[in-house]
């Protein structure tokens, strides 16, 4: 089963642009990870955020996490052609047996 | 860094045949393995977990007859898709987990396009 909802479903802009998307939860977390997916491959690993945490960068990649919401975003500033994915939250629970539950994805374009 | 290698990458196969999907972690030790199936434009949905030397623990609604998950090694998960059908086709990811401590955290393979025709 799904975790939750990823939000946009998609998202189009134009290269320069910050990309910004969210994904809500449904159960307790011990982290919640972003992956990005390019078409018809496997899964990149972006960056991680514990539950303890609130806010975490990672180059042009800024993750915010909000426990009492139960949600999470990610922004990808001065977007490039090469950003054009699809990402995906997943978040893991020790007592769920540490295994990933992904959100819906998010499809993002970002056109030159 | 952390690498699975997952084969085939694609698979073409007849109706009621057996296929098998390797996926091996080249450089660490995988204590658990999961696999995954999506959908086109859809996101990863877990089929089950398995760890070494154990049965596989299935999600609610796999059939464990029809997806035989093997996890000999450390560093060795099989899928087989027994019987395979138009509807099991579908794309096929693994993913192995490592020693977290070690900075191995989940690292995914490349995946399997699996096409029954």
């Known amino acids: 089963s799904q975790q939750g909802e990823e939000d946009p479903q998609a998202l189009s802009i134009q290269e320069g642009e910050n990309a910004t998307m969210n994904c809500s939860y449904k159960t307790s977390i011990n982290n919640l990870q972003w992956y990005r997916q390019n078409s018809g491959r496997g899964l990149v690993h972006l960056i991680l955020i514990r539950s303890n945490e609130r806010e975490k960068h990672s180059g042009r990649l800024r993750v915010t996490l909000d426990t009492s919401k139960k949600s999470s975003s990610l922004l990808i500033t001065a977007s490039r052609a090469a950003d054009t994915a699809s990402y995906f939250c997943?978040?893991?629970?020790?007592?769920?047996?540490?295994?990933?539950?992904f959100g819906g994805g998010t499809r993002v374009l970002v056109k030159p | 860094g952390a690498v699975v290698s997952q084969h085939p990458s694609w698979v073409i196969c007849k109706s009621g045949t057996s296929v098998k999907i390797e996926c091996r972690s080249l450089?660490?030790?995988?204590?658990?393995m999961f696999w995954y199936r999506q959908f086109p434009k859809q996101s990863l949905m877990l089929m089950a977990t398995s760890n070494e030397g154990s049965k596989a623990t299935y999600e609610q609604g796999v059939e464990k007859d029809k997806f035989l998950i093997n996890h000999a090694s450390l560093t060795l998960s099989t899928l087989t898709v027994t019987s395979a059908h138009p509807e099991d086709s579908s794309f096929y990811i693994c993913s192995a987990r490592g020693n977290v401590r070690r900075g191995y955290g989940y690292t995914f393979g490349s995946g399997t396009r699996l096409t029954v025709v």
């Open positions: 450089d660490f030790q995988a204590t658990t």
């Open positions: 997943a978040t893991v629970f020790k007592a769920a047996g540490n295994k990933l539950t």
